[in-house]
Nanobody, 117 residues
Framework: QVQLVESGGGLVQAGGSLRLSCTAS????????MGWYRQTPGIQRELVAR???????NYADSVKGRFTISRNNARNLLYLQMNSMKPEDTSVYYC???????????WGQGTQVTVSS
């Protein structure tokens, strides 16, 4: 079992920045890829960015050049630095962890991010 807790969401004006954090606990030695996803009501949850245990990253096209994902394995932390934010970034952001030997990923409870125009 892995537990994930997100923090750092809130309200920001367009063009501003926010930094999300995700703290992992439990069977953390088995965590492989970690990522950030977001979900807006009526829309399927979508990938924002993810990073492997080896540091390889990939991003959704909509956030490339604006968002940066990073990971501190020693401290079981995952971050998402969001810059030049847009109203369309408004969503609930979820932390996800894929664990070795476990089919279903683990999810955090989500944190609301609202970008005002």
């Amino acid at each position: 079992q892995v537990q994930l807790v997100e923090s750092g969401g809130g309200l920001v004006q367009a063009g501003g920045s926010l930094r999300l954090s995700c703290t992992a606990s439990g069977n953390i030695l088995s965590i492989r890829t970690m990522g950030w996803y977001r979900q807006t009501p009526g829309i399927q949850r979508e990938l924002v960015a993810r990073v492997t245990s080896g540091g390889l990253t990939n991003y959704a096209d909509s956030v490339k050049g604006r968002f940066t994902i990073s990971r501190n394995n020693a401290r079981n932390l995952l971050y998402l630095q969001m810059n030049s934010m847009k109203p369309e970034d408004t969503s609930v952001y979820y932390c996800r962890a894929d664990v070795r030997g476990v089919i279903d990923p683990f999810w955090g409870q989500g944190t609301q991010v609202t970008v005002s125009s």
